[in-house]
């Protein structure tokens, strides 16, 4: 070739690649407008005080063989604005001193890299520790469990052979199934989540107390879970001896003879029912309680011990009564109150083993007048027997007989506590047969009396040939991290306002980086704070009121998200300056 073809040739080539990266440059969308620092006239930043250092303590457990829970400790307190959290090339965000790292391989090395993050987006140097899931794990902790252990990854953990879904989320619902309480979610595969205000699950298994264990236990049950997250939430872990399994919702008070562990996000405790007696044994307790983390499971244990009753968070106790326990089985169920977002993870029983008892429910509602319902015999087909159940206000000594059918019995009353109260739940047990029975099969309450009753089911002793519909469950979604939602301070001293926003979510499992914060005093911007990938944090500003007017004002303040399409929070607060 020509030395003058060649470099026409490669002058072509220039040419049009310089015209492909123009016609580039013209498509593609402008650049993002600069998030630059901005202070009002006056106006004053005053930074944040807390030394920002590296967390300690880091550790490394697991609950399972493809996950790791990272814990550590805040150097300094937590001041800052959170912490981040590297693994296997994924960065996280969060605000607690916890988190878990899910869907791992199970035999392979993961380093965790954990740094403080301030308020203005600042990392300190890393703490550093290293696991393989399965050696972490201790397969040992669930020897003392007898199989199968429930691990509720989907509809059929919460199968009728061994739960009765109870829920009052929809009062006036007579299918007895539960509706909108349970939920599907992303999370180390697919883990249930609770979704509405009151959910009961009672276990269909027994705990049968045996000989003491090398810890003393002579029955146990373990739940893993996440909650309560919430202030106001509860969970609650009650072991009810007969008929109170029955009961149609656990009450505050714990109906005698119960053992109720009540979780909250800053406590545990117990509450004991009468006629449990007292005893000198001294409750091993020890432990500290840590607030708990979205999507950081824990494993609850609710240890019986002969002269006591302990409850442990892995393996720690933290709860202790010095009771001993006036029976020899027990019914465990797990009561959610205001506990939504609560994963479910496992559930197991341990003591003597025992095969379940299947039962389901029935709602029948309120009654009207005599009349309390009817049940099908497509509801009741596979069944061997049927306990009618119903919360009845009625002075105490009216007797009163229920009628399912053409069968009638006695109604008694289940052992009440010295509340005095005039409403109590009775019951009476009917054999189901395949007689001549009318369909549907009515169900009535004859009093002799004033007699008032609400909330009436069957629970039904479910035979070998029974076939129960599996608890409806939604799908939900992989949750979008969200920037921390803020709250507003004012504080007037001196002639000077102090707006202290606050960027708040400890709970939250994961949160999206802040790019920055704004702040409009009576609809005009007066402070724009750059945050650079911050997790939240603290700020305040200083606003002189010299030239302000008496009267109501607003502070708005908006928290916007790194990503271009996150959302943003906002929140306004308004406030009074009266003459002085």
């Known amino acids: 070739m020509e030395r003058r073809k060649l470099v026409a040739l490669v002058g072509g080539v220039v040419l049009l690649g310089g015209t492909v990266a123009l016609l580039r440059d013209e498509s593609a969308p402008p650049p993002p407008p600069t998030f630059e620092r901005f202070l009002a006239d006056r106006v004053e930043h005053v930074p944040d005080t807390h030394e920002l250092r590296a967390p300690t303590d880091l550790a490394l457990t697991a609950l399972d063989r493809t996950s790791l829970r990272a814990s550590w400790t805040a150097a300094g307190g937590l001041g800052h604005g959170g912490f981040e959290v590297r693994w296997n090339g994924a960065t996280r965000l969060v605000q607690g001193t916890e988190t878990e790292l899910t869907d791992l391989d199970v035999n392979a090395d993961v380093a965790v890299e954990v740094r403080a993050v301030d308020g203005l987006g600042n990392r300190s140097e890393p703490a550093t520790a290293t696991a393989v899931p399965r050696l972490a794990h201790d397969e040992a902790q669930d020897d003392d469990l007898f199989g199968p252990v429930d691990v509720f990854d989907g509809p059929a953990a919460l199968s009728p052979h061994r739960w009765r879904v109870l829920t009052a989320a929809k009062p006036y619902d007579t299918t007895g199934d539960s509706t909108d309480c349970l939920g599907l979610r992303p999370f180390n595969g697919r883990r249930l989540e609770v979704t509405c205000d009151l959910l009961e699950l009672q276990s269909n298994v027994p705990m049968a107390l045996g000989e003491p264990g090398p810890d003393g236990a002579v029955g146990r049950v373990v739940l893993t879970t996440d909650g309560p997250l919430t202030s106001d939430g509860e969970v609650s872990i009650a072991l009810l001896p007969e008929p109170f399994q029955d009961l149609p919702s656990l009450a505050e008070r714990p109906p005698p003879g119960a053992v109720v562990l009540r979780l909250t996000s800053t406590s545990a405790r117990f509450e004991i029912g009468e006629g449990v007696p007292a005893t000198d044994e001294v409750a091993p307790v020890a432990g500290t309680f840590t607030l708990p983390s979205s999507g950081v499971r824990h494993r609850w244990e609710v240890r019986v011990l002969p002269g006591a009753v302990v409850a442990l968070r892995d393996g720690v106790a933290l709860a202790g009564a010095s009771v001993a326990v006036p029976w020899r089985v027990a019914r465990p169920r797990l009561v959610f109150r205001e506990a939504r977002e609560t994963l479910l993870d496992s559930f197991g029983v341990g003591g003597v083993p025992a095969d379940p008892e299947p039962a389901s429910v029935v709602r029948l509602g309120s009654g009207n007048g005599e009349l309390l319902g009817s049940a099908p015999d497509s509801r009741l087909s596979g069944g061997t027997s049927v306990r009618v159940v119903a919360t009845v206000f009625a002075p105490s000594d009216v007797p009163m007989t229920f009628e399912f059918g053409s069968h009638s019995a006695p109604a008694t009353r289940m052992p009440e506590d010295s509340s005095g109260s005039d409403e109590d739940v009775v019951y009476a047990d009917f054999p189901l047969t395949a007689s001549d029975e009318p369909e549907p099969r009515r169900v009535r309450l004859r009093a002799g009396g004033y007699a008032h009753a609400s909330d009436t089911r069957l629970v039904i002793s479910d035979g070998p040939d029974a076939r129960r519909p599996l608890p409806p469950v939604t799908d939900l979604p992989t949750p979008a991290p969200r920037v921390p939602a803020p709250s507003i301070t004012v504080v007037r001293e001196d002639g000077v306002a102090r707006v202290v926003v606050e960027l708040g979510d400890p709970a939250a499992r994961e949160v999206a980086a802040v790019k920055g914060v704004e702040v409009d005093f009576d609809g005009e911007r007066i402070a724009t704070l750059p945050t650079n990938g911050s997790a939240g944090g603290r700020h305040e500003f200083a606003l002189p009121l ?29 406030f009074q300056i009266r003459p002085l």
């Open 546 to 574: 010299d030239d302000v007017p008496t009267g109501g004002h607003d502070v708005e303040v908006r928290v916007l998200p790194v990503a271009e399409r996150g959302e943003v929070r906002k929140h306004r607060h308004s």
